[in-house]
């Protein structure tokens, strides 16, 4: 299962991580594919001044972690920093699953990966981020400042860029939540909460109101059995 979430990032932030990034150092990409990117990855990743984190880190990181989908969606329990990654022409990465685990200080499990797009998709062509499934490969491009957030468990593969340059902000978290299907159920519960919630607002009369309580009292209970805190 994967999710789109739009807006993530507003055009003004956009700017601001384009612009910080565009100042910095970029080095081969090569260098963090791990044993199964060898051979297969060619791109370019933004060099942090003295490998310290930076703003544009915080900000990717806290607009993820403010934003509702995702929240609902991935139940985050720790997020990597993210890597501001860049494709020029004829650049790409080919089929591989990411790494079980990730960091160096502080290593985590990863249950997910996200990409944030960075660049207009009409900037550059080629490039899209194409995810296996048992439906078949899903191909993803979105506009500058959405995300997607995938199982890091899939096959995926960067397709060659042709035209221009994708730059993109990716990263991986480890869910409070390690199944997926649960963590789909979970997810599945709120959306519905929610919806009830917006029919049947707090302090209404209805037995709306009831689904909405035994809904959430669902979603609860289950999060004790599944919560790995």
């Known amino acids: ?13 956009i700017s601001s991580v384009l612009d910080v990034i565009a100042n910095g150092k970029f080095v081969d990409g090569s260098a963090t594919a791990g044993a199964n ?17 930076t703003e544009i880190d915080r900000l990717v990181v806290s607009r993820l972690m403010e934003n509702e989908t995702f929240q609902d969606f991935a139940m985050p329990k720790n997020i990597a920093p993210p890597i501001f990654s860049k494709y020029e022409v004829g650049m ?18 990863s249950d997910l990966s996200f990409t944030v797009f960075l660049s207009a ?20 491009k979105l506009p500058a400042g959405h ?7 899939s096959l995926h593969r960067v397709k060659p860029v042709s ?9 991986w978290l480890q869910s409070v939540v390690q199944d997926e299907g649960m963590r789909e159920v979970l997810f599945d519960l709120t959306y519905a ?28 209970n289950l999060m004790r059995r599944q919560a790995d805190i």
């Open 1 to 13: 299962m994967l999710i789109c979430i739009p807006d993530v990032l507003s055009a003004a932030e």
């Open 37 to 53: 990117g060898i051979g297969i990855k060619y791109n370019l990743e933004f060099q942090r001044p003295e490998n310290k984190l």
């Open 92 to 109: 790409e990465y080919g089929s591989h699953v990411d790494a079980p685990l990730v960091g160096k200080n502080s290593v985590i499990r």
């Open 121 to 140: 998709p009409d900037s550059y062509d080629g490039g899209e981020l194409t995810i296996q499934s048992g439906f078949g490969e899903q191909e993803i």
């Open 147 to 153: 995300a997607v957030v995938y199982q890091s468990t």
């Open 163 to 171: 035209r221009g340059s994708r730059i993109v902000a990716l990263g």
């Open 193 to 220: 909460s929610r919806r009830v919630s917006e029919i049947a607002p707090v302090g209404s009369n209805s037995d709306m109101m009831d689904v909405r309580d035994h809904l959430n009292k669902a979603y609860a």
